[in-house]
């Protein structure tokens, strides 16, 4: 008998569907993205599907459920973001045991709903089920593109230039605080309880983590600018695992600068509080969902133009590694996938 | 706060979605049938999905895990064909317990390719998590159809004939076999748990409770007929309550005759061992996942030739209400939508 835990969740994926094989012309691509590319027409459509479990990917102690429902749909929207395209349509399966009332489901739809309101996505089906214990939800997005926009993974290229949306490590540093702050609670007796936690200052931090945004504005304005990145891919498990799935599929190294990684006042702030490396809360906190994508270095002039987007380092051929250059270009130190492992960060 | 129970799933599903309006020309039919209908081209592509949790629509103890991933694939595909579609992709999102092993996933995924290849779609992507307690599995299918040929449940019209395929009650007997030998299991001591249970001449019943097909073949053999169904639907919750949803969606009523109900023999002596009127477990008995249509009155020389297939009844006028014939013209029973409870059934 094999342990889950022996392959890890990389491992595990691979491991299920490395002998799936497409048999219809419709199928563009399938598994390896974030998305799956079906081919209907002239435009392509794009799905993408996501599970969350109660205890493992999220704590109902600090999660308010309109939230939860909007963090739930917008995380679907930043996958076909992530393709370069448009998000159309969101199905939704919840789960729910008997503690639930039909008011948590409300909840639960109120921020669904509101997410498809900003984004302009229409809640076109799912299901609605008992649960034993907790609460279970699984999304499906469904989305389009034109086929010559489509971004996938795998087209990074020798000299292309590493770019990323807005900040990164603000939501790993969210949670921390709610954690903090959950411990705190739990040893207070009864008559301590009535005091509510002081987020003070991290206002920002607790936004992140708790309603996040999918960067539909960047994919705006690159169009505009008439730049197609060359690959892309959202910040869900930390940006050193993400770029090393950028690298893997491309089959090319990188270098990034530690000196040029985007963080927030807060964020610095808050990782100093914690007595944390904040390089290593943006290089490996999860949950940011900002854009990281590669450009032609002859778009450089044209992305220094772009709000909220900052070039990190560049892609090298696949025998120099993937790395990070230290401050004031000091060390090269190799990046690791210690990647966001939601079961023991939702902990 | 309004308990869930007291909406039953139905009024819970109306009362989460009522208010849910459509924003993009590509949602030519959201929620309310079996799929959702998105134009994205000249076919139109269709998308379904169901969750599954243990202990709720699932019991571990007499399911094989492939034959669960099997029936979970199935269960897609049967409400793609209940459109008149073609199953093309599956998404399949699995949460497990540490309890499970990589071999227990391979076994689940073995039956969901199975099913797959047999059907000719493609699994194009999916998550795989972590859950506190139990299995939970979501599954999405997308399919298309040409926009003309897509078949709601809203079109069935006055003096419609309604159709069945195979027959009916077969799934549910399965189940209460299966309940039976678990009950006699669990009350046995331990030297005597090596006896296997003896389910000699039930063997159809339980095929058809564990791994039941979708009726794939039906809509083909419509389709070469030249017959376009004018309604229709997959019964996965009961002859009863899917007749009732035809005549609701169409505004009509309708007669069916009790002894027109298909059986099969084993359904029928099975019922008599368990002391229940065979006729209910093939109005209210459900996954049996065969296809209820309703085609107009002049097909009625086309449908006699279709193999498989059985006229029912008749749609009225929707004064006339919803009522079964009972046997020798006797009387009629009007109909009730008992349906399936999953939660209550699978225990």
């Known amino acids: 008998m094999t342990a889950i835990s022996e392959l890890g969740e990389f491992g595990l994926i691979r491991h299920l ?22 081919d209907y027409c002239d435009r392509r459509t794009l799905v993408t599907s996501d599970m969350l479990m109660e205890g493992i990917h999220f704590d109902l102690v600090y999660t308010p459920l309109k939230h939860l429902g909007y963090k739930a749909a917008v995380v679907n929207f930043s996958d076909i973001y992530a393709m370069n395209g448009t998000p159309r349509q969101l199905i939704v399966n919840i789960a729910v045991s008997r503690r639930f009332s039909v008011e ?11 997410a498809c309101e900003r984004y302009g996505v229409d809640l076109v089906g ?6 034993v214990t907790g609460l279970a939800l699984s999304l499906t997005c469904i989305g389009d593109a034109k086929a010559e926009d489509v971004v996938y993974r795998h087209g990074a290229k020798e000299t292309d230039l590493i770019c990323v949306s807005g900040n990164l490590g603000a939501a790993y540093l969210g949670l921390q605080l709610l954690e903090r702050e959950k411990k705190v609670f739990e040893g207070k007796n009864i008559d301590e309880t009535s005091a509510q936690p002081d987020f003070s200052g991290h206002e920002y931090l607790l936004e992140r983590f708790l309603k996040p945004e999918a960067r539909k ?17 959202d910040i869900s498990d930390g940006l050193s695992s993400e770029l090393l799935h950028i690298c893997k599929a491309s089959q090319t190294g990188c270098r990034i600068y530690e000196e040029r990684l985007p963080l927030d006042y807060q964020t ?4 100093e509080e914690f007595n944390m490396n904040v390089s290593t809360c943006a290089l490996n906190g999860g949950e940011d969902y900002e854009l990281l994508f590669t450009v032609p270095l002859t778009d450089h002039d044209k992305i220094a133009q772009i709000d ?13 590694g993937t790395a990070l250059i230290g401050r004031g270009d000091a060390e090269e130190i190799p990046l690791r996938a210690q990647g966001w492992d939601a079961a023991e960060s939702g902990k």
């Open 17 to 38: 569907t490395e002998n799936i094989k497409s048999k219809n012309d419709s199928t563009t691509f399938g598994i390896g993205d974030d998305c799956a590319v079906l």
């Open 104 to 114: 948590n489901l409300d909840d639960i739809y109120s921020g669904l709903l509101l």
């Open 217 to 233: 504005d960047i994919v705006e304005r690159l169009r505009d600018a008439g730049i197609r990145p060359t690959s892309m891919i």
């Open 126 to 131: 799912g299901d609605t089920s008992a649960s």
């Open 308 to 320: 909220d987007v900052r070039e990190i380092g560049y892609i090298t051929k696949a025998e120099l």
């Open 268 to 271: 610095a702030l808050c990782a």
